[in-house]
């Protein structure tokens, strides 16, 4: 039985879901490693979108490494995991969707203290470090916007002021640097994480912890997606 998936347009951009969706049934041993994915025209329809989205998610996919994309043969499963995934795990001893899960948890709660702390001084640093990350970006230079995307969540960790949540972080600092880097693998999507930035960095200048808790889940949810790594979330 083919699968089929209707993807829903209002969470999320369709894009984005087929992208989760072919990767979710390479994984699932669907389409294992060295078989070729349906036509493009069945693929489509399988997933209900148009030939242009699913295009873009196949580029994506293959930018993470996971299919290969041969001119007049069709499209090879090449790994059931991203590169950056991959890379990860035979490095580290946790899983890299371990880790962003880690991160959602800890870091969005930690926006949501952060407004209790917030002084006027801490909003200037954390525009400046906004400025200098969207003018990394913009540049394409990825390892300074990877360091001020450190940086910037760093600052916020240290504001939640919540002492058991700043050591276990600063425990894998090495693994949330390496983490800051792996987004922007996919240049074309860099422009994201300013935008989520920006999210962020609104609510906190608006004192609004709550908002300020979801503008850093969803961030870190759309960072761990760019390196190919997806999981469910509690407000899914």
């Given amino acids: ?48 979108i148009s030939r242009a989205s699913l295009r873009e998610a196949l580029m994506r996919l293959s930018a993470l490494g996971v299919v290969q994309i041969k001119a007049g043969k069709g499209v090879y499963v090449i790994s059931q995991q991203s590169q950056p995934a991959e890379q990860w795990n035979v490095q580290n001893h946790i899983s890299l969707k371990d880790f962003y899960q880690l991160r959602y948890i800890l870091e969005s709660f930690s926006a949501f203290l952060a407004c209790d702390y917030l002084t006027d001084q801490d909003i200037i640093v954390l525009k400046q470090n906004f400025q200098n990350l969207s003018i990394a970006i913009t540049a394409k230079n990825w390892q300074e916007a990877a360091s001020h995307d450190f940086n910037f969540h760093k600052y916020i960790i240290e504001l939640s002021h919540n002492q058991s949540i700043i050591q276990a972080l600063q425990q894998q600092t090495k693994w949330l640097q390496q983490s800051q880097i792996l987004p922007f693998i996919q240049p074309n999507l860099a422009h994201k994480t300013i935008t989520e930035h920006e999210a962020i960095l609104t609510a906190l200048c608006e004192r609004n912890p709550k908002t300020a808790e979801q503008a850093m889940q969803k961030h870190i949810i759309g960072a761990a997606q760019r390196a190919g790594v997806y999981f469910s979330s509690h407000n899914n």
Avoid: D
């Fill in 1 to 48: 039985m083919k699968p089929q998936a209707k993807l829903n347009r209002s969470t999320s951009q369709v894009t984005e879901q087929a992208v989760e969706t072919i990767h979710n049934w390479i994984q699932q041993g669907l389409y294992p490693v060295n078989t070729t994915l349906p036509a493009q025209r069945e693929l489509a329809v399988q997933l209900g």
